[in-house]
């Protein structure tokens, strides 16, 4: 250890000066609080990414294939779709909207026709059904529900439910349709097991009065989420452009791009701690080098050269910044587990679509803040540094 190492180690310890000790742990302690914050807070809102994603693209396929006038002979099309590398299943569904009568009353909901040999195939619905029921054991005549749906109007498995078809008939009025309920569905997101119904395709074709051989379109998944974009490219190059090819990514473009944005902000904001925090170093340095006035006037005397004193009180400010960077990275790696493992917070489901904060910490997010906050430490100590080091030695001793 050579002299400036020691000098600044001396002056981060302050044994024999109880007020820059002081001072010392409350610039420590601020940088901490600021570190801490911003791992739990970005940890947070990377778990409600993930977790909200995980739903999403368990409820729904990687990549959908329409067309506006419906896509004819979809099992012809569901093979071809199935030979796309990178698609590992493929399968036809019906979307649209229909009511659900109870009582005098009726409300809207979606009712997805699916095909429930191949359905499993490309969303995750086997993992969210409740009893043991698979989803290619669904029936002509049979629907599976949400729980919250379920729960609303007190339904049960067996019990029987009465659809509201919106496409009129000879009448001018809309069909109704009985179906029994075989299955109940928890996904996790409040707005799919409130509002979406899953039956046999060829119910929903009778639903909407489509031809046997016509559904909305064919939904794959993929082998790589990520890959999405190149997949599309590829179905778009083997169908050309008469058919609309969505990824997960564009039908919830606006979602995600929300949840990164409100991502970034929180992260300013709570960067803006650390910053305050770092003044602290600022006000601890410059009152440090008000007091060793003698020290380094003395020390310049001798011969130590400017930058070494420079040397000695950024090695102080930035040990500061060090020290409370890693004991608020070790608080908020701690905080996170507690709230992670524990599911200690609980949330309102039809708020926030999650019944619990979710937590999630990435290598990434962690090297930015401490990288940050490093940083900013070490930019609060180039101006008391600069200050001490242009100390010249005879007027630091004049009244001394």
């Known amino acids: 250890m050579n002299y400036t190492h020691w000098l600044a180690f001396k002056y981060l310890i302050a044994k024999k000066d109880r007020f820059l000790s002081l001072i010392n742990w409350v610039a420590m302690i601020g940088i901490a609080i600021g570190v801490a914050a911003l ?38 099309m569901r093979t071809l779709l199935a030979a796309v590398p990178g698609v590992i299943g493929a399968s036809p569904y019906i979307h649209g909207n229909v009511f659900i009568e109870f009582g005098n009353r009726a409300a809207g909901l979606i009712i997805r026709g699916i095909d429930p040999k191949n359905e499993g195939h490309v969303t995750k619905i086997n993992a969210y059904l409740k009893g043991g029921f698979k989803i290619d054991q669904l029936e002509r005549g049979k629907v599976v529900i949400g729980s919250e749906l379920a729960r609303f109007y007190g339904f049960r498995v067996g019990d029987d439910v009465t659809l509201l078809s919106p496409v009129s008939g000879v009448a001018g009025e809309g069909w109704r349709y ?25 119910n929903a074709q009778e639903i909407f009065n489509l031809p046997a051989d016509i559904v909305t379109g064919v939904a794959m998944k993929l082998r790589d989420v990520e890959k999405a974009d190149e997949v599309k490219r590829a179905v778009v190059a083997k169908l050309g452009f008469a058919y609309e090819v969505r990824t997960w990514i564009e039908q919830n473009a606006n979602f995600f791009a929300a949840l990164n944005l409100e991502k970034f902000a929180m992260f300013v904001i709570l960067i803006l701690i650390v910053l305050v925090a770092s ?66 917070i609980k949330l309102p489901a039809t708020v926030y679509y999650i019944d619990h904060l979710p937590v999630l910490i990435q290598v990434p997010d962690i090297l930015m803040i401490t990288g940050s906050a490093v940083l900013i430490s070490f930019l609060a100590t180039i101006y008391p540094s600069a200050k001490a080091a242009s100390l010249e030695p005879v007027e630091a001793l004049r009244y001394q």
């Open 39 to 76: 791992i739990v807070v970005i940890g947070v809102m990377t778990g409600f990414d993930r977790d909200l994603k995980e739903k999403i693209i368990g409820t729904n396929a990687h990549v959908l294939v329409e067309r506006e006038t419906g896509v004819k002979d979809f099992e012809q």
């Open 178 to 202: 009985k179906f029994k309920i075989a299955a109940i569905f928890n996904s996790g997101m409040y707005d799919y097991d409130r509002n979406l119904i899953l039956v046999d395709y060829r």
């Open 279 to 344: 003044f602290n170093i600022v006000s601890t340095l410059i009152v440090t080098v008000t007091s060793k006035t003698k020290d380094i006037g003395i020390l310049r005397s001798i011969g130590v050269p400017a930058g070494a004193i420079r040397q000695v009180f950024t090695l102080y400010g930035l040990a500061l910044g060090l020290i409370g960077t890693f004991w608020g990275l070790s608080c908020g790696l701690l905080i996170a587990y507690v709230l992670k493992e524990t599911e200690l």
